[in-house]
């Protein structure tokens, strides 16, 4: 009963922000590493940002000091923060828990984010 819920989504200009979220249930969310990742139109999903269990995080360079990924264990919600946003950002996100063994097999159903003037 795996349940991850993403909102946020919409249209920015370039240079502008948003900031996306995740909430989460079915399972102890304060245990596991998570991630966002996005799919553009034509490409492969490719994984954005993580944030483990103790807040440690990490980035793709394309979007590292522009995008920060954040969580509330209480809340059980995981956010992403997009600033300076480029046309090249336009894509749908998705936020998932990490496996022990590091795959991502849940996933939610997608917010879209566009860049454009």
């Known amino acids: 009963q795996v349940q991850l819920v993403d909102s946020g989504g919409g249209v920015a200009q370039p240079g502008g922000s948003l900031r996306l979220s995740c909430a989460a249930s079915?399972?102890?969310?304060?245990?596991?590493?998570m991630a966002w990742h996005r799919q553009a139109p034509g490409k492969q999903r490719e994984l954005v940002a993580t944030?483990?269990?103790?807040?440690?995080?990490n980035y793709i360079d394309v979007v590292k000091g522009r995008f920060t990924i954040s969580r509330d264990n209480i809340k059980k919600m995981v956010y992403l923060q997009m600033d300076s946003l480029k046309p090249e950002d336009t894509a749908v996100y998705y936020c998932?828990?990490?496996?022990?063994?590091?795959?991502?097999?849940?996933w939610g159903q997608g917010t879209q984010v566009t860049v454009s003037s």
């Open positions: 944030i483990t269990s103790g807040g440690r995080t």
């Open positions: 079915g399972f102890i969310f304060s245990i596991f590493t």
């Open positions: 998932a828990p990490q496996t022990p063994g590091g795959a991502f097999d849940s």
